[in-house]
């Protein structure tokens, strides 16, 4: 099976080769643990995930190995601590955790390894000191920068030249008058209200590109297969980790990067920023997990994603049509992974989506009869289990009188049985009388 993948690095669709096919290996830029995820970063994690699956399908699920790491280092981190007079790891843990059930109600698969960057500083200091001894890095002020005129290749991955981000110097910035190139990048600066770890050029604590290089390093390797993320962190995220790693270890850091396009509010962007946000949390309740995750495949990974409700009534109409199929065992459809294999083209594939495809992308992962009885709280499951036994029971009563030729017994039987059904239905609760008795669902 021959995957192709679309790797931003050379601009061009490509086959995949890994450097070896018993370890298979990705990196996924993951959250920052400090408020809830939005329906865009759940795109793309869930993407990701699909990317996960595709290639535990084509290599074997034991040959992947996916590292997601968690970052728990960050400004607004240390803000959020002082602010609530909590400890960091209170508000880190907390969030992290959050993180993963949010992502595990889209069913999306643990990854293998989740590293954080607070047991990562070593890694960190170690790939800095590398860069200084060897002339990529300067120390200025309590801070560490990298020296993008140092290394010939910045810019690769995004397309920008040097001369055009001197162009865009980013003036204001308190790091500017310390840098000897505007375009130099923050690898440790000091400690902020006393968050810092000691290393030999002073106590600091490390920038966001460096956590990144220094994860993917010790979890994977230094070079690795697959790096992924949403197309806002090619740059400058992405390219500083290309220019830390590859300096650092003279090998090229990853040999494709596969990047997600927008999750859209409408024409603008989903994202705090703009305060069009919606959280994962909140659609959780609202909507089934699968129907959300059907929803962010609908569009193919590298085109943008217009969320709707709409979009969301859609997808629970498909995947109420692929459960009962399932539950009535009458479409067992050969595997069709041809749309997959061409850049993971879940639009197509989902167009085409038969149940054994859905299961290998994570869908279809219920047993139908849960699937359409919803989100029911145990009580009222244990009330509408009373009310469909009555009536059972009513039915079987009337059919009883009706042998024995009592009209009148047979009437009111009936009549109570219509009248549960009614009361049943008013709950939004639909009746299938089958061979094996009466089942529901929700309407
Ligand atoms: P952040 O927490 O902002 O670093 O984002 C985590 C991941 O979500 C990154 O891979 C981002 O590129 C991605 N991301 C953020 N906003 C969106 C969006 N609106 N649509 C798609 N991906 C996004
Ligand atoms: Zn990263």
Redesign the pocket.
């Known amino acids: 099976m021959e995957l192709k993948l679309y790797n931003s690095l050379t601009r061009q669709k490509e086959v995949f080769t890994p450097q070896d096919p018993k370890r298979v290996t990705m990196y ?5 643990v400090y408020s809830y ?2 329906i ?2 759940a ?3 869930v993407v990701a995930d699909v990317l996960f699956r595709v290639l535990r399908y084509i290599y074997g699920e034991e040959n992947v190995v996916y590292a997601r790491n968690i ?1 728990d280092i960050d400004d607004k981190i240390i803000a959020g601590a002082k602010e609530h007079g909590v400890e960091i790891s209170d508000i880190t843990e907390k969030y992290a955790k959050i993180y993963n059930d949010d992502l595990a109600a889209l069913n999306c698969l643990m990854p293998t390894v989740q590293p954080k960057a607070t047991d990562n500083i070593g890694g960190m200091i170690e790939i800095i000191s590398k860069l200084i001894e060897d002339n990529y890095a300067y120390e200025s002020d309590g801070h560490v920068f990298f020296d993008v005129s140092k290394y010939d290749d910045y810019g690769k991955l995004s397309g920008n030249t040097l001369d055009a981000l001197k162009k865009g110097d980013r003036v204001g910035e308190g790091e500017v008058a310390r840098k000897k190139n505007s375009a130099d990048f923050v690898l440790w600066k000091p400690e902020l209200d006393g968050v810092g770890w000691d290393a030999p050029f002073g106590r600091g604590r490390p920038g966001w590109h460096i956590e990144c290089s220094a994860m993917a390093k010790e979890t994977l390797g230094e070079t690795i297969d697959i790096h ?6 090619k740059f400058p995220h992405h390219e500083n980790e290309i220019a830390q790693s590859e300096c650092a270890h003279g090998k090229t850091m990853a040999k494709y990067w596969v990047h ?5 509010m409408g024409s603008e ?3 705090k920023s703009l305060g069009n946000v919606k959280l994962i949390h909140d659609l959780t309740k609202d909507w089934e997990g699968e129907v959300i995750r059907l929803a962010l495949l609908k569009a193919h990974y590298r085109s943008e ?1 217009i969320w709707t409700e709409d979009l969301l009534r859609e997808s629970k109409a498909q995947l109420d049509g692929l459960y009962r199929d399932k539950a009535a065992g009458t479409r067992s459809e050969k595997l069709d992974f041809s749309f997959m294999l061409d850049d993971m083209n879940t639009a197509e594939s989902l167009a085409h989506l038969t149940i054994e495809l859905g299961e290998v992308l994570g869908l279809l992962q219920k047993d139908p009869e849960d699937w359409f009885k919803g989100d029911t709280s145990a009580d009222e499951e244990a009330e509408i289990d009373a009310l469909v036994s009555e009536r059972d029971a009513e039915k079987n009563k009337a059919i009883a009188a009706k042998k024995s030729g009592d009209k009148a017994a047979m009437g009111a039987h009936f009549k109570r049985s219509d009248e549960i059904r009614d009361q049943l239905k008013d709950m939004g609760i639909v009746l299938e009388d089958g061979a094996d008795g009466t089942t529901w669902r929700r309407a």
Request: glycine content about 14%; overall charge neutral; aromatic content about 4%.
């Open positions: 996924n830029c993951g959250p920052t995820a939005h865009g970063n795109r793309a994690a970052t992924c993320g949403g197309v806002d962190l997600n396009e927008f999750l859209n962007k989903m994202s994603l």
